[in-house]
């Protein structure tokens, strides 16, 4: 297709999608921003806006303490119970609390406490380096072998000794996608536990922990959700194995009667024990509006055009980026594709920065040598699609990026 | 005193308050309200309410994933520089991040892992419940002994089998503050380290770890310094201490280039390798703007303000609270007394609920019998307080406080 056509083509899709109206659910500040991040921090719900402002001025500044009883002791079950909606669990199995660090560093340390009899920790490279870190930190402090293996021999890898399988279901990099069930499954058959990294698929890609029976995951919400910058992340724990696993964080909202003021510790019974402390409740209260976005939008709907979107940028990749020296680094099977999609390219930190000061888009870099475009799809265009990558032609074709440093100068 | 003459003494001392113009720096909704619960969620800062509207609509709806840079990623060191002031540390000894618990949780690992030969975890009984909860996880976890001991027997149980000696500076029943300096030179005495919990002192109690050598503190935001409900905790590591301690969580923000995205944790250097995860932005920043308003009044002020008004309530008890059933279960002499004053009655749970909901005053009761009585200094004013306690007066007296449940029938 020439360029008159790929616009013309964009503009029809934008005309034709289903999902149009929910574009101005967020605020748009500056309608000439390309904003191709939402994987890294997703776009700010107007209702959020609202919201924030009575729960500061009202429920705080009026109400004060007795808001706890009237609006905050149940919000992390309340906004557990709508995100179990989009993956595939039942409303007592998912709560929001904490970072996700903190959620994976607590699943991890209940799954291998459970598995006493097993050394190994299996996980893939393609796992976010940050729970490859807390992985590390698990093995050391309880005398574990941490396995981190190419993406395509986590089956060959499994074994008896295996405690824990853990893997992000949408690889950060590459978009990849893991084939869920079928890794779960392989997992339980030789004993072994499996927690999923669901941050770069919940509200993108659709999920079904409990057709696959999985054991644990945990999940951003600043991302797809939409839940604003260091939103606290969510924990699944299926329900038959709630009462089994043991938080090592024994913290008083994980506590039995928390306010019976006992001096020993009591789980609570069902998914609260895996709470720590007091819930950060400006944070925690901006995550559900943007999870009612997504609800009333529908995930199959969602996942739709994510992928057409996806696809569109592949497209383009071809017509004009691969003209120009950026590799795609995503898979070309929308099932194993994710809502974003990786290009690399050996300027691509200083493209990247060009992208962002010069032409108004944001997208983002990862080292060493790509760039990730993400659609968030209640919120992304595909006319946007279209100008992101001509954006970009232009800024490799004119040279404009040569004036940022280079990645090895540019980052310390 | 008679009332007419306890009033007068009350508006007087309102008319002589240096801090008096700092109650129009909160939302004050409803005039006739008397709030003595900020020991529990202090009142809302005005300027916390436009910096909120800020962060949201410009700095998350209009920079979104900019903000990091521009904004955010300096914050939990820019907070703990600032809370540093509060309590006698270093500006890079201070950071916050995670809840009071979690914190705590990562501290006590930190220090108990430091101090391998040694089997002794020592508290009193006047900790917070939710402290000791963690100490039993972690005693269980790490294989130690938890010694619970009463207030005054904390010297005697210190040994050459103390790992860590964990106290609540200031008590959150009885207001009893802890003589911070003779213990923590009586602990590193026999070589233990101490880990002071400073959730009811910051902000309201003078507090000088330097002077005192401490080890570790932790510490709660949403009390008297006004964060908001849930809002992030600090910690605090001496500077020497640092690099000796790990953190068991290891968290991608407490990694050394967590842009690097290198599969290898290393620690970062000096405070903020005790991050773990991504913080909550927006609790966060809400925190800054009441720890301004503490250091822009000062603690020499703040202290003198509301030993003032804790005497005053003991007055009052002396004058009226006594006579009608109530005891006192706060020291009398003031160098040993946070900034609440706890009165304990057989009937304290209805009498609160009575409070509460007839008579629009905010305490807060405590199981089993007691009711605290918790001046803020910046937003209470001697007036509140009297009349606080005529409408107890008024609740007992007439008997109203019959009509709700008992504590046992009450609460499940």
Redesign the interface.
């Given at each position: 297709m020439r360029r008159k056509e790929l616009l013309d083509y964009a503009r029809q899709m934008d005309r034709e999608d289903p999902l149009a109206a929910f574009r101005q659910e967020f605020?748009i500040?500056?309608p000439d921003l390309i904003?191709l991040?939402g994987n890294?921090?997703g776009?700010?719900p107007t209702r959020?806006?609202a919201k924030?402002?009575e729960l500061?001025?009202?429920q705080?500044?009026?109400r004060?303490?007795?808001?706890?009883g009237e609006h905050?002791i149940g919000l992390p079950q309340r906004v557990g119970a709508k995100i179990a909606q989009l993956i595939g669990a039942s409303e007592d199995e998912v709560l929001v609390c904490?970072?996700?660090?903190?959620n994976f560093?607590k699943l991890t340390m209940a799954a291998l406490d459970a598995q006493a009899g097993r050394d190994q920790i299996l996980t893939d490279?393609a796992n976010?380096?940050?729970d490859?870190?807390?992985l590390?930190?698990?093995a050391k402090?309880l005398g574990r072998h941490l396995e981190?293996v190419e993406p395509g021999s986590v089956l060959d890898a499994l074994g008896s000794r295996t405690a824990l399988l853990t893997l992000s279901h949408t690889s950060f990099k590459s978009g990849y996608v893991h084939p869920m069930l079928k890794l779960t499954q392989a997992a339980a058959e030789v004993g072994a536990v499996t927690l999923w990294d669901l941050s770069h698929s919940v509200g993108a890609v659709p999920v079904d922990l409990g057709a696959c029976r999985a054991e644990l995951a945990v999940g951003c919400t600043?991302k797809y959700l939409h839940g604003?910058?260091?939103?606290?992340?969510f924990l699944y724990v299926r329900r038959d194995l709630q009462e089994r696993l043991s938080?090592?964080?024994?913290?008083?909202?994980g506590?039995k009667e928390?306010?019976?003021?006992?001096?020993?510790?009591a789980p609570a019974d069902g998914i609260r024990r895996f709470m720590?402390?007091?819930?950060?409740?400006?944070?925690?209260a901006?995550v559900e509006s943007g999870v009612d976005l997504i609800l009333e939008a529908g995930m199959d709907a969602i996942r739709r055009k994510s992928v057409l979107q996806t696809q569109f940028l592949i497209d383009l990749w071809e017509a004009i980026l691969e003209t120009i020296g950026f590799t795609l680094n995503s898979p070309r099977d929308p099932d194993f594709r994710g809502s974003h999609v990786s290009f690399g390219h050996s300027d691509a930190f200083q493209i990247d920065q060009a992208l962002?000061r010069d032409m108004n888009v944001?997208p983002?870099f990862?080292?060493p040598d790509s760039i990730r475009f993400g659609v968030a799809p209640l919120s992304t265009t595909f006319e946007e699609i279209v100008h992101a990558v001509g954006r970009t032609e232009e800024v490799v074709r004119t040279g404009i990026y040569r004036q940022y440093p280079t990645l090895r100068t540019g980052?310390t």
């Open positions: 605020a500040e500056d904003y991040d890294s921090l776009r700010l959020t806006s924030l402002r500061v001025d009202v705080w500044g009026d004060l303490v007795r808001g706890w905050w904490d970072s996700t660090s903190v560093y490279s976010f380096p940050s490859i870190y807390l590390q930190g698990c402090q981190i600043y604003g910058p260091g939103a606290p992340a938080n090592p964080i024994w913290g008083w909202f506590q928390p306010f019976a003021f006992g001096l020993d510790y720590a402390g007091t819930p950060p409740i400006l944070s925690l901006a962002i944001v983002d990862r080292a980052v």
